[in-house]
C-alpha cells in the first residue's frame, strides 16, 4: 500500500479551507503566516512556493517576505521582533538553511513562542519532550498522521528512525514513542545498519541520501516512512533515501517520494498555523 500523502493533504487542506471560511464572520480576520526567505537558493524558492500556494488554497493570508542573502543577523532579529510584536501575525516562519554568517539558532529563539508555526522554539521542543501542549513540527506530526490514516497500529512495535537532526529524527522518534512504539535512533556511527533495519516494523528514514536504504535492509511487511529528499545521480529526479522500486513490493505500507511526506509537511503547517491563530483568539485553547 503506498500512502499518498499528497492525496491525504489535499483532504485535510480542504476540510481546512471549510474551517477558515467560516473565520472572518467569527472572528474578524483569518489567520496570518508570515513567511521569510533570505537569498534565492532554489530549493528554499520553490518550498517557500508550495506554503504560499497551500496557505492561499486554505484561505490563510500568507505574505512572504524575502531579503537579500546579505541582511546582517541583527537585521533579521530585528525583522523578526517586529512581527512578533504585531497582533496581525498569527504565524512566523523562517526559511532554512540560512547563511552561513547568521546563526539559526538564533533566529529560532527569537521567533515568539506562540507565533513559532515550524514548532523548532526551545520551549516548544522543551514542551514536547515534556509532553505538555506545544507546536508539533510540521514533518513529525506529518508522520504521524499517515501513519494513522493508513490504519498502522504503532503501540507495541519495533521502530526504527535512521537520523537524529532535531527538526525530524528526534522529534520523529519522540512522537512514536508518545504513541507507545518501542524505538531505536540511528545514526552516521551506529555499526551494522542493516541489521537494526531488518527489526524494524516501522522504519523511518530520514538522511538525506539518495536510495541508501535497500531491499536487504527492510524486513517483509515492515511500513516505510521515506523522509529524504534527494536529487537521483543517475536522471536528476526528486527521490527519496529509500530505494522505492526494490522496497515497494515488500513493504506493506511505503510512501513515495515526491508526494509523500513533502506535502503533508506543508498541510500540518497550515495547521499549526491555524491552532496559533486560534489560541490567539481563544486564549482559553
Ligand atoms: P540532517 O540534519 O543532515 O540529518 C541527517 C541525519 O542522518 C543525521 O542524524 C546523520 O547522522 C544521519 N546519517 C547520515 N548518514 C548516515 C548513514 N550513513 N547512516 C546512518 N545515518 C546517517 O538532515 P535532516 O534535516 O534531518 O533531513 C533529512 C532528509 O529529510 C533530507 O533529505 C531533507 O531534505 C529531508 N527533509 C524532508 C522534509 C519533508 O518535508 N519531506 C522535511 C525535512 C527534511 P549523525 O547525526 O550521526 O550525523
Redesign the pocket.
Known amino acids: 500500500m503506498i500512502i499518498s500523502g499528497k492525496e491525504l493533504s489535499a483532504r485535510l487542506k480542504t476540510d481546512m479551507r471549510d474551517e477558515v471560511s467560516a473565520f472572518p464572520e467569527k472572528y474578524g480576520r483569518v489567520p496570518h503566516l508570515v513567511v521569510i526567505l533570505v537569498g534565492d537558493d532554489p530549493a528554499s524558492v520553490s518550498y517557500v512556493t508550495g506554503k504560499a500556494k497551500a496557505s492561499e488554497f486554505v484561505g490563510i493570508r500568507n505574505t512572504t517576505v524575502r531579503k537579500p542573502e546579505t541582511i546582517t543577523e541583527e537585521e533579521l532579529l530585528a525583522l523578526i521582533r517586529q512581527l512578533n510584536a504585531d497582533d496581525t501575525v498569527d504565524g512566523i516562519l523562517v526559511q532554512l538553511p540560512l547563511p552561513k554568517h547568521i546563526s539559526e539558532a538564533k533566529v529560532i529563539e527569537a521567533i515568539d513562542k506562540s507565533k513559532d508555526v515550524d514548532g523548532f522554539h526551545p520551549l516548544n521542543v522543551a514542551a514536547l519532550w515534556q509532553k505538555q501542549p506545544c507546536t508539533l513540527p510540521c ?1 513529525p506530526k506529518g508522520i504521524i498522521k499517515m501513519l494513522k490514516t493508513a490504519g498502522v497500529k504503532i503501540a507495541g512495535k519495533r521502530a526504527v528512525v ?4 532535531n ?3 528526534l522529534p520523529v522518534a519522540k512522537l512514536l514513542l508518545d504513541e507507545n512504539a518501542t524505538v531505536t535512533i ?5 555499526e551494522d ?1 542493516p541489521a537494526l533495519t531488518r527489526q524494524a516494523d516501522i522504519l523511518v528514514v ?4 539518495p536510495k ?1 536504504v535497500t531491499a536487504d535492509m527492510v524486513s517483509d511487511g515492515a511500513v516505510v516512512i521515506d ?4 536529487r537521483d545521480p543517475e536522471t536528476g529526479k526528486l527521490c527519496g ?1 529509500v530505494d522505492f522500486a526494490a522496497i515497494e513490493p515488500k513493504a506493506s505500507v511505503i510512501t513515495p517520494v515526491p508526494g509523500g ?2 506535502p503533508m ?1 506543508i498541510c500540518c503547517l497550515m495547521e499549526n498555523t491555524i491552532e496559533c491563530f486560534l489560541r490567539r483568539m481563544k486564549p482559553s485553547l
Open positions: 514533518t535512521i537520523g537524529r537532526s527538526i525530524v529524527g540511528a545514526h552516521s556511527k551506529t545498519l530520514a538522511i538525506g541520501r541508501f523522509v529524504g529528499v534527494n533515501d511526506v513533502g509537511t
